[in-house]
């Protein structure tokens, strides 16, 4: 099946600091999501990618669709403790709903 | 606007055991889809039921069932639990009844125990 790798794992910064995340997949994606899971909750939408080389930003959350539409990258700034939280990219099949989602980046916030 | 409710939130089964988990989407979404989510393998697609039929199913095993009603509630039944069925699943709804443009949006989870 697709692959979609996240890098870093993990991560543990300082409250104020900027964050960097990746997703690189093997094959070509017509749209990538981020999605930010809370610890025992869902996975909740942050933004959405449909168009190669768009960058799309909500708040102090900016995420970029890959020129060569295999992969994205998210960016916080100045991160907060409520940042807190297991980051995923994912990407759709071309039939129905069906999402690969990444191996998830790990967020840890120093106050 | 209530958001997606799955029933039970956590349930211990034995090996061996069924399980059926439920899932309420949003109202007017008619899309549902299940994911398995594990430490080791992250979020994996199970299958996903539109105006009730399945759509999509991805790779499990015949254990592994679904089911989508009029009202769009859907249901996913494990038959002989392994123990590494031992996760959390996910439902998500989405209201896009086409292509895969549309917002998932997820409930709590199902975390499922198999002893």
């Known amino acids: 099946g697709q692959q979609l790798n996240q890098s870093p794992q993990s991560m543990f910064i300082q409250e104020g600091e900027d964050v960097s995340m990746n997703c690189t997949s093997s094959?070509?994606?017509?749209?990538w999501l981020w999605y930010k899971q809370d610890p025992g909750e869902g996975p909740v939408l942050l933004i959405a990618?449909?168009?190669?080389?768009e960058l799309t930003s909500n708040g102090r959350l900016t995420a970029q669709f890959g020129i060569t539409r295999k992969d994205s990258f998210l960016n916080i700034s100045a991160s907060i403790p409520s940042d807190v939280g297991i980051y995923f990219c994912?990407?759709?099949?071309?039939?129905?709903?069906?999402?690969?989602f990444g191996t998830g980046t790990s967020l840890t916030v120093i106050p | 606007k209530a958001g997606v409710t799955q029933t039970p939130r956590y349930l211990i089964k034995t090996r061996g055991q069924q399980v059926t988990l439920s899932c309420s989407p949003i109202?007017?979404?008619?899309?549902v889809s299940w994911y398995q989510q594990t430490p080791g393998q992250g979020l994996q697609f199970l299958f996903e039921?539109?105006?009730?039929?399945?759509?999509n199913k991805g790779n499990f095993p015949g254990r592994f069932s679904g089911r989508q009603f009029s009202n769009s509630r859907s249901e996913m039944n494990v038959s002989t639990l392994e123990l590494g069925d031992s996760a959390l699943y996910l439902c998500?709804?989405?209201?896009?009844?086409?292509?895969?443009?549309?917002?998932?949006?997820f409930g709590e989870g199902s975390r499922l125990t198999v002893l």
């Open positions: 998500a709804s989405s209201s896009q009844g086409a292509m895969n443009t549309g917002e998932l949006f």
């Open positions: 094959s070509i994606f017509n749209t």
């Open positions: 990618l449909y168009k190669a080389g």
């Open positions: 994912a990407g759709p099949l071309n039939t129905g709903n069906q999402f690969y």
């Open positions: 109202s007017g979404h008619r899309s």
């Open positions: 039921y539109f105006s009730e039929t399945q759509r």
